[in-house]
């Protein structure tokens, strides 16, 4: 499956971006989704996770309360809306999809398929 995340930008602290990943080639609605994200010089890290359905979720402490995965399957996309940016969320966020079953949180071992990456940058 190739995956285009999309949505990235410039936005002030305090701020919302809503994230797309769109997906092909591929039955997107076998794939639990997750997004993570790399700023620099530091490791890319798990943000959130969401199951096949929908309907199991997981995030990271860092941004639980302030960002929401979903997806649609009719239309092969899962979004990252993100809510009260900090400057600390400055990332290239990437989405990526998993054949494991359930919710996938945490390493990046734990996903197949990765996207090529949208810069979020949060201004203080």
């Known amino acids: 499956v190739q995956l285009q995340a999309s949505g990235g930008g410039l936005v002030q602290a305090g701020g919302s971006l809503r994230l797309s990943c769109a997906a092909s080639g591929g039955t997107f609605w076998r794939y639990a989704m997750g997004w993570f994200r790399q700023a620099p010089g530091k490791e890319r890290e798990f943000v959130a996770a969401?199951?096949?359905?929908?309907?199991?979720?997981g995030y990271a402490d860092s941004v639980k309360g302030r960002f929401t995965i979903s997806r649609d399957n009719a239309k092969n996309t899962v979004y990252l809306q993100m809510n009260s940016l900090k400057p600390e969320d400055t990332a290239v966020y990437y989405c990526?999809?998993?054949?494991?079953?359930?919710?996938?949180?945490?390493?990046?071992?734990?996903?197949?398929?990765w996207g090529q990456g949208t810069l979020v940058t949060v201004s203080s």
């Open positions: 969401i199951s096949w359905s929908g309907g199991n979720t």
């Open positions: 990526a999809a998993s054949r494991r079953a359930g919710t996938p949180v945490g390493g990046v071992t734990l996903y197949d398929y």
